[in-house]
């Protein structure tokens, strides 16, 4: 596609449920971030991948949280026994190396509500 | 760890005026960018200004500008002949090295153009 691509939109779970969120990032991009935007705050880091190495996922908050990402393109974010704490959007975004000039390309988002 | 302090949270300005965002960050490194993106209410980021540390001369895009104070350590954004579709949330960004890929982001200016 022309963009970042995430899905879905929009998601409303209840408390202790499981989600899975995707992002599709852009064709040739091999590094791929999300972020956690919680209302009114900046963006919260919350793992990065880069082309075949180790994600750093120093940036998730609890073990109830994991990410993989297939074949170096899909990225699945996954949050279990969801929280109210939770709710949030929850941006991906890609860069075509990790060069330190390299803008980021964003997509639109999930906004996660947790009930 | 790098931070990056957006000490407004919200700024309302006239339609035509002229107005400046500020960031300042606190760094120990000397090879590094600074970004700002402008989220609107789509929630999709996009890039408006790149600055890079080496130089001197303070980036320009169109109606976009920077105030780039090295020694200082700020890196203000001036909008000038605003415009309604500048209404959005600003996110000033620092890339250097480090974990989470060296990207920090500030919590954002929200700003608001009065017609």
């Known amino acids: 596609g022309a963009g970042v691509s995430q899905s879905p939109s929009n998601k409303v779970t209840e408390k202790g449920k499981d989600v899975e969120l995707r992002c599709d990032p852009i064709?040739?991009?091999?590094?791929l971030y999300w972020y956690r935007q919680s209302l009114g705050q900046g963006l919260e880091f919350l793992i990065y991948?880069?082309?075949?190495?180790?994600?750093?996922k120093s940036g998730l908050p609890s073990d109830r949280f994991s990410a993989e990402r297939t074949g170096g393109s899909v990225s699945t974010l996954t949050i279990q026994r969801t929280q109210q704490e939770d709710s949030a959007v929850y941006l991906c975004?890609?860069?075509?190396?990790?060069?330190?000039?390299?803008?980021?390309?964003f997509g639109s988002g999930t906004q996660l509500s947790v009930l | 760890a790098q931070t990056v302090t957006q000490s407004q949270p919200e700024m309302s300005v006239q339609e035509a005026e002229t107005v400046t965002l500020s960031c300042t960050y606190d760094?120990?490194?000397?090879?590094?960018?600074l970004f700002w993106y402008k989220q609107p209410p789509s929630r999709q980021m996009i890039l408006v200004i790149r600055q890079e540390a080496y130089k001197q001369q303070n980036a320009t895009e169109n109606r976009f500008s920077v105030n780039f104070q090295k020694a200082a350590k700020s890196f203000s954004l001036k909008i000038s002949d605003s415009q309604l579709g500048d209404t959005a949330m600003y996110f000033c960004a620092f890339r250097g090295g480090g974990g989470a890929d060296g990207l920090t982001f500030g919590k954002g200016t929200h700003l608001i153009i009065q017609p």
């Open positions: 991948f880069q082309g075949n190495s180790a994600p750093d």
């Open positions: 975004a890609s860069s075509p190396s990790q060069g330190r000039r390299e803008k980021l390309f």
């Open positions: 064709s040739g991009h091999t590094a």
């Open positions: 760094t120990s490194e000397n090879n590094y960018y």
